[in-house]
């Protein structure tokens, strides 16, 4: 099973536990369910302070709130614009281009079954960018062209610009 539907998957479940809780008379089942919900959210990429306020207050709307930004995640209001110097940008770009050419690299070195090498181009067209620089860094080099926002902070090179 692919990561993408695990992950929708894992975000089905954490509806339903969310809507659990919501409904539930049961206080033991309750209780199961943030203990659930709480280990689900923990593999998501959500807001790591307000996502551990959440659980410790036991928060139910504050719940129903974190799961509705996975759920839809380009409903999210953009946070303000944050400036990024020419530089920096520069620095994240050289240092993207170089793993996506070592991640392509990599890929096309791999062994077959004969001991050799395939001898095949890699499908390599995107990848998570590295956390090296924040959010916000990569996001300005998407609006500059420079990247394309594949989603799910996944990028890729534009068309005209390979790696090699």
């Known amino acids: 099973m692919s990561e993408y539907h695990q992950g929708m998957n ?8 969310t ?25 998501m990429r959500v807001d790591a302070v307000e996502a551990q306020r959440v659980f410790k207050e036991k928060d139910g ?7 509705t930004k996975l759920e839809n995640p380009q409903a999210t209001p953009e946070a303000p ?8 940008m520069n620095d994240a770009l050289r240092m ?6 070592l991640s392509r690299l990599n ?3 791999k062994l077959g079954g004969r001991g050799m090498t395939a001898g095949k181009k890699s499908d390599i067209a995107s990848m998570e960018a590295p956390k090296d620089y924040s959010r916000h ?20 090179l534009p068309p005209e610009m390979p790696a090699d």
Do not use: M
Request: overall charge positive; aromatic content about 6%; cysteine-free.
């Open 81 to 88: 614009a944050v400036e990024v110097s020419e530089r920096e």
């Open 19 to 43: 809507d659990q809780i919501r409904t539930s008379t049961n206080g033991l089942e309750v209780v199961d369910a943030w203990a659930l919900a709480e280990r689900l959210i923990g593999r």
């Open 137 to 156: 860094v990569w996001r300005a080099l998407a609006k500059a062209g420079k990247l394309v926002d594949e989603g799910h902070g996944f990028y890729a």
């Open 96 to 101: 993207f281009r170089k793993r996506i050419k």
């Open 107 to 109: 890929d096309e070195s």
């Open 61 to 67: 709307a504050g719940l129903d709130a974190l799961v």
């Open 10 to 17: 894992a975000l089905q479940k954490i509806r339903q536990l």
